[in-house]
T-cell receptor, first 111, second 115 residues
Framework: GQNIDQPTEMTATEGAIVQINCTYQTSGFNGLFWYQQHAGEAPTFLSYNVLDGLEEKGRFSSFLSRSKGYSYLLLKELQMKDSASYLCAVKYNTNAGKSTFGDGTTLTVKP | GAGVSQSPSNKVTEKGKDVELRCDPISGHTALYWYRQSLGQGLEFLIYFQGNSAPDKSGLPSDRFSAERTGGSVSTLTIQRTQQEDSAVYLC?????????????FGPGTRLTVT
């Protein structure tokens, strides 16, 4: 299979930094996405990584190591509105159009 | 511009009945996806349409599930003889061309409850 593994839940404090990890099977890897999903809402796109390294977008950054099959989403200066589920999704070259999603990490930001 | 829309937003049906869920993708997007999400769970892939190619039906859980996409635009997901385990949120997404770097744009979902 092409298991995507993420922690189920994380808790962090407002203003802090949190790192959400995602590991995946490396064979046939063709790109990785992070999506944010607030409770009761649809997922929305956050970031895309295909090359090794860090992609920064404001308070959010995403890192990829292709050789290790590892990515993380880094959220800085946490705000209460960042409480949501964060979904890691991977594309494999067996079917370039389709993404395999992890089960998501539910982040709770506390005051 | 308009995003992905889905209808109905909520559907309550009796066990054994058939239901049809509709998805209108973003205009011009050639790739369309259906997912199922149970409470507190991740996205379960159901089916993927790309242009005029044969759809990838590998995620459909049983032959009670089927989907079609007419004219390369609107899609309908049909569940026949619904069961209680079919209760979930059904999400539709589209992307520009289903390319490797194309992100997916999701609709608001249809919450299906089978009683």
């Amino acid at each position: 299979g092409q298991n995507i593994d993420q922690p189920t839940e994380m808790t962090a404090t407002e203003g802090a930094i949190v790192q959400i990890n995602c590991t995946y099977q490396t064979s046939g890897f063709n790109g990785l996405f992070w999506y944010q999903q607030h409770a009761g809402e649809a997922p929305t796109f956050l970031s895309y990584n295909v090359l090794d390294g860090l992609e920064e977008k404001g308070r959010f950054s995403s890192f990829l190591s292709r050789s290790k099959g590892y990515s993380y989403l880094l959220l800085k200066e946490l705000q209460m509105k960042d409480s949501a589920s964060y979904l890691c999704a991977v594309k494999y070259n067996t079917n370039a159009g389709k993404s395999t999603f992890g089960d998501g990490t539910t982040l709770t930001v506390k005051p | 511009g308009a995003g992905v829309s889905q209808s109905p937003s909520n559907k309550v049906t009796e066990k054994g009945k058939d239901v049809e869920l509709r998805c209108d993708p973003i205009s011009g997007h050639t790739a369309l996806y259906w997912y199922r999400q149970s409470l507190g769970q991740g996205l379960e892939f159901l089916i993927y349409f790309q242009g005029n190619s044969a759809p990838d039906k590998s995620g459909l859980p049983s032959d009670r599930f089927s989907a079609e996409r007419t004219g390369g635009s609107v899609s309908t997901l049909t569940i026949q003889r619904t069961q209680q385990e079919d209760s979930a949120v059904y999400l539709c997404a589209s992307s520009r061309q289903g390319g490797v770097s194309d992100e997916q744009y999701f609709g608001p979902g249809t919450r299906l409850t089978v009683t």
